[in-house]
């Protein structure tokens, strides 16, 4: 497909953040990241189609996210949905699948339900729920990833590992809810061996679950700074911003309550 690609002007911030050029600079991370998912594939013994990259738009600004369009990224990964819905307004103009990957409030499902195709943050009965409701109204389905948390760290969200069976047992009342796997935010360090019992945790709570639950297969885990060693330890799916759009300037406890990174 020729993509309808029209050349936004870039203003001064633009180019500090994006470079005079960020399809160039789009193009050149994603090969390399894409290199790197080959490599850590190849390491593990996997085939690279069993993984999946959902590129994190997040922070990135909707006229900028028509370059990544050209880079020929679909899918678009956002954490807040006041921020997705913002986007995909100001790029109707583009076939772009929306995945939200943060923590929704109840509240605010409706606007999900309306055009996302994933959810990676499904993490209480009541939001099911409410998904649920509101999916019917709209006869349609929506893929959704339980998200667990694997850090024991109080500010994370997910359910913890323990609420996971249980919870998994009730899903069957939701049956506009696909679930696809399991998704978890590890603990954020640049020591692996951190990181890789979050990871572990996640690959041995599917690996239980699915047994019971057969559509419990994906994991959703891996991110710029640990997406090799999440794909080693059996990822399907790994979420990667900044190595792909550059650094953000927004803080990540925008996104989700964090201690300083160790
Ligand atoms: C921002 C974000 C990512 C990507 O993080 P990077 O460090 O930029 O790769 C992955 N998952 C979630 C839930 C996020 O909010």
């Known amino acids: 497909m020729n993509a309808p690609i029209d ?38 013994g996997r085939a690279r189609e069993t993984v999946r990259l959902l590129p994190i738009t997040k922070t990135v600004p909707a006229h900028i996210l028509r370059f990544a369009y050209a880079a020929g990224i679909r899918d678009f990964g956002e954490n807040k949905i006041q921020e997705a819905v913002a986007k995909r307004a100001e790029l109707a103009n583009l076939a ?38 509101r999916l019917d109204r709209e006869d349609r389905s ?39 796997g399991l998704m978890t935010l590890a603990v954020f360090s640049t020591d692996l061996d951190k990181v890789r019992p979050c990871l572990e945790r996640l690959r041995e709570l599917r690996d239980v679950a699915v047994k019971d639950h057969p559509a419990i297969r994906e994991l959703s885990m891996g991110m710029s700074n640990d997406f090799e060693e999440a794909i ?8 990667v911003g900044e190595a792909i759009f550059g650094k953000r300037s927004t803080p990540d406890g925008h996104y989700w309550p964090v201690a300083a990174k160790p």
């Not at 606007?111 to 209480?124: I, P, Q």
């Not at 080693?232 to 979420?239: E, F, L, M, Y």
Request: glycine share 4%; net charge neutral.
């Open 7 to 44: 050349t936004p002007s870039l203003t001064p911030d633009d180019i500090k953040r994006f470079g005079p050029d960020p399809l160039a600079m789009f193009s050149r991370n994603l090969a390399s990241v894409e290199e790197r998912i080959v490599r850590a594939c190849a390491r593990a």
């Open 96 to 133: 772009i699948d929306w995945c939200i990957v943060g923590h929704l409030q109840t509240n605010k499902v409706k606007y999900l339900t309306r055009f996302a195709r994933e959810f990676h943050a499904l993490d209480s009965v009541r939001l099911a729920e409410a998904l649920n409701a």
């Open 232 to 239: 080693v330890q059996g990822a399907d799916v790994v979420r």
């Open 142 to 180: 929506l893929d959704v990833y339980v998200q667990v948390n694997t850090s024991a760290e109080e500010s994370k969200y997910g359910l913890q590992p323990e609420e996971l069976l249980p919870f998994l047992d009730g899903l069957g009342r939701f049956p506009r809810l696909k679930p696809r």
